[in-house]
């Protein structure tokens, strides 16, 4: 082919044009949250009758078997309802949020990033205290290292990790040595609070603070040490719904659930206390 | 006076297809529109200050000191690995192959995780190490050095691998037959023609352990001035300090353009 057909071409543009519209919409289309599609209706929800559709919960790392029981026991009694739980270190899920990722639930383990996702107009209800945690020194089953309190967290010749301070745990534990006055020969900063607890887990390191909850939660694979009233400090957990949550009717009928008979008995086998 | 073609036949310069064109512009902007994002965010008048930080400094210094450690264990070993891999034949070199490949494939975290259980302070190898010699791996320079290397020799044993195999071996076995002994044919002969495969496969490797940061992180841990190179400065600090996460950012995008592309022009255009 030597000359070109214009109306040939004129036609391979049409098509090149749908085509690159096709890939624009695949894209757009994974971009989504896949599980925000309303469940089959095969079994309509009956017992709340219009409450349907996804709802996604970004919940502190710290929050993760306490929401996976919520999750699971709210869907229990909201049918339609399908909890997607997204779970980070509260400042990771408030940077989320302030970008615009379309959250319904916010639960963080600290004021201090609850408050500047309130401080952005972001929050269009609450936030709520829903529980309450204290901080332990956490260390390796049948603590190897012999440590009784938060002083031996100062000894070099231990291996010792926190939270990273950015982190609400690893800003709760340089308090709680704050107020203790001891400076922590530390070796390591971990992204969050179940990277901290795995490494305790499995005996790299000796010694770190964690909240009370996780080391209950590691089943005896981590023991706690208690750290005195004096030198602990207490968590407050707030939770909200975000203004732009796509499905603001079940992220309210979440957040009640939460804060309920119910959810309080969920958090309180699990640790927490009520607020 | 227009050059005359070269040759019979050529075809004038057209526009390429639409589609193509279309698809393969998607293609760029994938990879440009995140690099504009950064440096919209970038706090320009602030950037001196911010690089200047002990954050940032230290976290290059160990960067640095990380990547070229680790590319130079992994020519050491990578290297005769290859040879190993390309020109020994014996059962279960397949799966052996595979097994060379898996860190390219494998997540990062699961990579520093296996280190942590293999050579950890209680991990399989850690425990006799530390009783033996007092080194402890986990949350020291040594253990990020191990988990770059880790992650990023692969690149340097397949790509030096794919060169053995595909070369030429008269020229080995015409040297041999001119008397040139085993050492002399893989120092004179082989090495000289995989040369820019090499210098390749290098290149991938420090780039790959220049950016590591998965494997880091699980293994060695995170701490300031000991093991917390630049991936990780820029993770922490995206949490606290959005401003020093986007310098840092900046800093690595820099840094590793200006290697790729200068070495990239001497080295690799044979490829």
């Given amino acids: ?275 | 006076m227009k050059p005359a073609p070269r040759f019979r036949g050529r075809r004038p310069v057209r526009r390429p297809p639409g589609l193509l064109l279309a698809l393969g512009g998607l293609g760029l902007a994938l990879f440009i529109v995140p690099f504009v994002g950064l440096l919209a965010r970038t706090p320009w008048s602030d950037l001196p200050r911010l690089l200047s930080g002990e954050v940032a400094t230290s976290a290059l210094r160990l960067s640095l000191i990380a990547s070229i450690s680790s590319t130079g264990v992994a020519l050491v070993l990578g290297v005769p690995l290859a040879w190993l891999l390309a020109r020994v034949d014996f059962p279960g070199r397949a799966l052996l192959r595979a097994l060379v490949i898996l860190p390219l494939v494998l997540p990062p975290v699961v990579g520093g995780a296996a280190l942590l259980f293999a050579v950890g302070r209680r991990g399989l190898l850690g425990g006799p190490l530390e009783q033996a010699t007092g080194l402890i791996l986990p949350f020291s320079l040594g253990g990020v050095i191990l988990a770059t290397t880790f992650v990023s020799m692969p690149f340097l044993v397949i790509t030096v691998e794919g060169a053995l195999r595909s070369m030429d071996r008269r020229y080995e076995d015409a040297a041999a037959t001119l008397g040139a002994g085993r050492w002399t044919v893989l120092r004179r002969v082989t090495l000289p023609l995989i040369a820019p495969s090499l210098a390749a496969g290098l290149l991938l490797t420090w780039a790959r352990a220049f950016g590591e940061f998965g494997a880091t992180v699980t293994f060695a841990g995170n701490l300031q001035g000991r093991t917390q190179t630049l991936p990780l400065a820029i993770f922490v600090a995206l949490e606290s300090d959005r401003d020093t996460a986007v310098a840092i950012s900046l800093l690595m995008v820099v840094v590793s353009l200006l290697v790729l592309v200068t070495l990239r022009e001497r080295w690799w255009k044979a490829l």
């Fill in chain 1, 1 to 275: 082919m030597t000359t070109s057909n214009p109306r040939r071409a004129e036609r391979s543009n049409a098509k090149s044009r749908l085509w690159l519209a096709a890939g624009i919409m695949a894209v757009a289309t994974t971009c989504r949250a896949p599980d925000r599609e309303p469940p089959p209706s095969g079994e309509p929800g009956q017992v709340t009758g219009e409450l349907g559709g996804g709802i996604l919960v970004s919940a502190a790392a710290s929050l993760t078997d306490a929401f996976d029981d919520l999750a699971t026991a709210f869907e229990a009694s909201h049918r339609g309802v399908d909890v997607v739980l997204n779970l980070a270190g509260s400042s990771a899920l408030r940077e989320q949020i302030l970008d615009g990722a379309p959250v319904d639930v916010f639960a963080s383990a600290d004021h201090a990033n609850m408050d500047r996702v309130v401080e952005s107009g972001a929050v269009s209800g609450g936030p709520w205290i829903f529980a309450r945690n204290r901080l332990q020194i956490a260390v390796p089953r049948g603590n190897p290292s012999g440590v009784t309190g938060l002083s031996d967290l100062a000894d070099s010749g231990r291996l010792i990790g926190l939270c990273a301070a950015a982190v609400p745990c690893g800003d709760f534990a340089r308090r709680s040595l704050a107020k203790a006055g001891v400076t922590a020969a530390l070796d390591t900063d971990e992204p969050d609070v179940r990277a901290l607890l795995t490494k305790i887990e499995l005996g790299e390191l000796d010694a770190g603070i964690t909240y009370v909850t996780d080391v209950l939660s590691a089943e005896g694979r981590v023991a706690g040490i208690e750290i005195p009233e004096s030198e602990n400090v207490v968590i407050d957990y707030p939770i909200a719904r975000l203004a732009a949550a796509p499905n603001a009717e079940a992220a309210s009928a979440f957040i009640s659930f939460v804060r309920s008979e119910e959810g309080r008995v969920i958090l309180e086998r699990l640790g927490f206390v009520a607020p």
